[in-house]
């Protein structure tokens, strides 16, 4: 089972970017999806979540406006459009998935699956 996560890359500040990431070797429905992030030196950082429906998101009190999270269930696929990037924001970022319906659990270790990091980098 794998998350294959994808997207990354350097950024001016202000600039956007959107992550996708999709599941290998099996389905994820009833799996909550959600994206954490690391940046060097620090502890990795719960960045929002979404409900299988797609009905249910949550998100980090910091980023709220500036990222957004959905999901295609018919591609597999979550996503997560970054705008309005701040250097601050660099980091490797993490798609995860956990069984359930809840979208606020925001501990690394709540979650079952990882994919392997994309790296986000913001130029000032």
């Known amino acids: 089972v794998q998350l294959q996560a994808s997207g990354g890359g350097l950024v001016q500040a202000g600039g956007s970017l959107r992550l996708s990431c999709a599941p290998s070797?099996?389905?994820?429905?009833?799996?909550?999806m959600a994206w954490f992030r690391q940046a060097p030196g620090k502890e990795r950082e719960f960045v929002t979540a979404?409900?299988?429906?797609?009905?249910?998101?949550y998100y980090a009190d910091s980023l709220k406006g500036r990222f957004t999270i959905s999901r295609s269930n018919d591609e597999a696929t979550v996503y997560l459009q970054m705008n309005g990037l701040k250097p601050e924001d660099t980091a490797v970022y993490f798609c995860?998935?956990?069984?359930?319906?809840?979208?606020?659990?925001?501990?690394?270790?709540?979650?079952?699956?990882w994919g392997q990091g994309t790296q986000v980098t913001v130029s000032s």
């Open positions: 995860a998935a956990r069984r359930g319906y809840s979208v606020y659990f925001t501990r690394k270790r709540d979650y079952d699956y």
């Open positions: 070797g099996r389905t994820f429905s009833n799996y909550v």
């Open positions: 979404i409900s299988w429906s797609g009905g249910d998101t």
